[in-house]
């Protein structure tokens, strides 16, 4: 039986604001398992993102609860490595000082903090990088030093919030398959919220299916595909792929 | 860049880097062309009684002036003085006006309160306040460095706070996923972000100082240029005048380089490429 890492139970939000308020989120109950890639697919704007700042702890829920590890979320959690939409990386520090971001917020910079960054940066390709500045290096590098800041503080889950929506498509497909590899590579779980179908069949082991605003869940699909090697790449090409697309596809109800 | 070897320049480039270079001097000479030909007129006119040097002064006696003041031991105390309280109502307006910007991004209720306020206070002429800076004070460079900090501060803090409420709000919630404090927000991004708007403070400030000095001397002192120009007016001695406005501008000048020079020691290394 695989061990139980997140356990989202009876989760509800609605936004105050002078002009009324927002129902964004409604009883929405979900699990995830250890070593588990789980997508949360919804159409824009349906709360998605909020159920994400919610599990990271950015975000106090209306109603229900978020377990981690058993222990309640309070706030921003060490256990929890959050990647926005673009990477964010700060164009005033190198990428080695770029990647040591949060161990320096966390007060956790030392010794043997820098040499598991340095690590990082050896393993994935970005060592001789380590002193250039972000506009000096491409788009997809970009994401890999994002992802490896995001892994430096060594989080046991990781959410990815629309990670790779700000890219162009064929970049987009690339840097899936590189973020894909290294987060399998580190065993990590993740929960990702993304609006693209594909991007979600193609990397999960799990797709969560949310309606419109107030997000609610639709439905919960296990994604199996018959492959030796998974990669998000192959995942799109498998003969499983189109079922999938067009089972979510028609939950989703999209009008235009 | 640099630590590559250049390969021979092709025709083409050698022709365009030759044409850069030809307009960069032309740029140049054409200044000083244009700098000398208004001394040499301004001189030949008034030694041709064209124009009357008495009204105008001219080259060769404002150099005169310049001789004798510095004979007398005047001329570098009357330019300590004002560029000591320029300096001073520089200083302090960028301090104080940067630290109230901190304060005022810090807590938006007490932003919010003191806005209506600050924007009174921004439309007001500073220079009204010149009279009642002088009976709260009393006469003397104190009256005169509040004046140029009246002037500055508020342009500052206004320039300031807008700077660091444009940070990136993404920015700032990524800071936040890692856990930051408001303290940690603001080091790690409002701050490096922003450091472009507050240098841009400086530099608005400098011209800003000067002008509040310069006042503040014309209303109450005993040395400084202001009060060279403003007793040279009334003893019609246009060439004090004019020597002293001068001095003035150059002075002005070396003290905006100072800040640019300041600026490029903060950015170097920054954003190389970027901004190309």
């Given at each position: 039986m695989a061990e139980e890492l997140v356990d989202v139970r009876n989760l509800g939000m609605k936004y105050q604001s002078p002009n009324g308020e927002i129902d964004a989120v409604r009883d929405v109950s979900f699990t995830v398992n250890k070593g588990e890639f789980v997508s949360l697919v919804g159409p824009s704007g349906c709360g998605k993102s909020t159920i994400l700042s919610i599990i990271s702890g950015l975000l106090k829920p209306t109603s229900g609860s978020v377990r981690i590890g058993g222990e309640w979320v309070r706030g921003t959690s060490r256990k929890v490595g959050y990647m926005l939409q673009k990477d964010h990386l700060f164009d005033w520090r190198t990428i080695y000082q770029n990647v040591l971001l949060g161990l320096e917020v966390r007060g956790t910079l030392n010794r043997e903090s820098r040499?598991?960054?340095?690590?990082?940066?050896?393993?994935?390709?970005l060592y001789d990088f380590k002193d250039k500045y972000p506009n000096q290096l491409s788009g997809g590098m970009r994401q890999r030093a994002a992802l490896i800041r995001t892994l430096a503080v060594n989080p046991d889950i990781l959410l990815l919030d629309e990670a790779f929506s700000a890219l162009d498509y064929q970049m987009r497909i690339a840097v899936t398959d590189d973020i894909y590899g290294i987060i399998k590579s580190e065993q990590k779980t993740v929960i990702l919220v993304t609006h693209d179908i594909s991007e979600s069949i193609s990397m999960s082991d799990r797709v969560i299916v949310l309606s419109k605003r107030p997000a609610t869940v639709t439905a919960i699909h296990d994604i199996k595909f018959n492959l030796e090697k998974r990669t998000p790449l192959a995942c799109r090409e498998a003969q499983e792929f189109p079922g999938y697309f067009n089972t979510i596809w028609k939950e989703l109800d999209v009008h235009v | 860049?640099?630590?590559?070897?250049?390969?021979?320049?092709?025709?083409?480039?050698?022709?365009?880097?030759?044409?850069?270079?030809?307009?960069?001097?032309?740029?140049?000479?054409?200044?000083?062309?244009?700098?000398?030909?208004?001394?040499?007129?301004?001189?030949?006119?008034?030694?041709l009684k064209l124009v009357d040097p008495f009204i105008t002064s001219q080259p060769s006696r404002i150099i005169r002036t310049l001789v004798n003041?510095?004979?007398?031991?005047?001329?570098?105390?009357?330019?300590?003085?004002?560029?000591?309280?320029?300096?001073?109502?520089?200083?302090?307006?960028?301090?104080?006006?940067?630290?109230?910007?901190?304060?005022?991004?810090?807590?938006?209720?007490?932003?919010?309160?003191?806005?209506?306020?600050?924007?009174?206070?921004?439309?007001?002429?500073?220079?009204?306040?010149?009279?009642?800076?002088?009976?709260?004070?009393?006469?003397?460079?104190?009256?005169?460095?509040?004046?140029?900090?009246?002037?500055?501060?508020?342009?500052?803090?206004?320039?300031?706070?807008?700077?660091?409420?444009?940070?990136?709000?993404?920015?700032?919630?990524?800071?936040?996923?890692?856990?930051?404090?408001?303290?940690?927000?603001?080091?790690?991004?409002?701050?490096?972000?922003?450091?472009?708007?507050?240098?841009?403070?400086?530099?608005?400030?400098?011209?800003?100082?000067?002008?509040?000095?310069?006042?503040?001397?014309?209303?109450?002192?005993?040395?400084?240029?202001?009060?060279?120009?403003?007793?040279?007016?009334?003893?019609?001695?246009?060439?004090?005048?004019?020597?002293?406005?001068?001095?003035?501008?150059?002075?002005?000048?070396?003290?905006?380089?100072?800040?640019?020079?300041?600026?490029?020691?903060?950015?170097?290394?920054?954003?190389?490429?970027?901004?190309?």
């Open positions: 040499e598991r960054v340095l690590g990082l940066l050896k393993t994935y390709g | 860049m640099s630590d590559k070897q250049e390969p021979a320049l092709s025709r083409e480039r050698a022709e365009y880097l030759r044409k850069v270079k030809i307009r960069k001097y032309s740029i140049f000479a054409t200044r000083i062309l244009i700098l000398v030909a208004v001394f040499a007129v301004w001189e030949i006119t008034a030694n003041l510095y004979r007398e031991g005047d001329l570098f105390r009357h330019i300590g003085v004002t560029c000591l309280e320029t300096v001073a109502g520089f200083l302090m307006g960028t301090i104080l006006g940067t630290g109230i910007a901190i304060l005022l991004w810090w807590s938006d209720f007490i932003s919010r309160v003191l806005e209506p306020y600050l924007v009174v206070l921004n439309s007001l002429p500073k220079i009204a306040l010149g009279p009642i800076f002088i009976i709260w004070i009393g006469p003397g460079p104190s009256a005169i460095i509040v004046m140029a900090l009246a002037i500055s501060l508020i342009v500052t803090i206004l320039e300031v706070l807008n700077g660091f409420l444009s940070a990136d709000p993404e920015k700032i919630r990524l800071v936040q996923t890692f856990g930051a404090n408001r303290l940690q927000v603001f080091t790690k991004v409002v701050l490096p972000a922003n450091i472009s708007s507050v240098i841009n403070a400086l530099k608005i400030n400098v011209g800003l100082s000067w002008v509040g000095v310069i006042v503040g001397e014309f209303l109450v002192s005993r040395a400084g240029l202001g009060y060279l120009i403003v007793y040279g007016g009334q003893v019609f001695q246009l060439d004090l005048v004019m020597t002293s406005v001068i001095i003035l501008a150059v002075a002005a000048a070396l003290m905006y380089q100072g800040v640019v020079w300041i600026e490029k020691k903060l950015t170097k290394n920054r954003q190389i490429y970027g901004q190309l």
